[in-house]
Nanobody, 123 residues
Framework: QVQPVESGGGLVQAGGSLRLSCTAS????????MGWFRQAPGKEREFVAA????????YGPDSVKGRFTISRDNAKNTVYLQMNSLKPEDTAVYYC????????????????WGQGTQVTVSS
């Protein structure tokens, strides 16, 4: 069983940075693709970024490209989402998700989900 656990959310001013972490239990982390999704109030869950078991990464909306970076540390069973130049529209609950091997931008492809961490960006 894989259980992702997110941390690192919080309140930050516009232009600031946060680094989200997601640690997934289990001994097979290096076979997992990990994804970050976010959901703002009243909106659907949105794909942010994903990284495959081999380290290939993909990003979702153009609004995060160049500002967000996903990375992983297999020795620590952890995936990170570095978020820079944050904007108020980045405010959302950020979820970490896991699936086997290949990454995906589709939430339905992920089998395991964390509880989410709140990111609030003030203007």
């Amino acid at each position: 069983q894989v259980q992702p656990v997110e941390s690192g959310g919080g309140l930050v001013q516009a232009g600031g940075s946060l680094r989200l972490s997601c640690t997934a239990s289990g001994r097979t982390f290096n076979t997992l693709a990990m994804g970050w999704f976010r959901q703002a109030p009243g909106k659907e869950r949105e794909f942010v970024a994903a990284i495959g078991w081999s380290g290939d990464s993909t990003y979702g909306p153009d609004s995060v490209k160049g500002r967000f970076t996903i990375s992983r540390d297999n020795a620590k069973n952890t995936v990170y989402l570095q978020m820079n130049s944050l904007k108020p529209e980045d405010t959302a609950v950020y979820y970490c998700a896991a699936k086997r091997y290949l990454s995906s931008s589709q939430a339905r492809d992920y089998n395991y989900w964390g509880q989410g961490t709140q990111v609030t960006v003030s203007s």
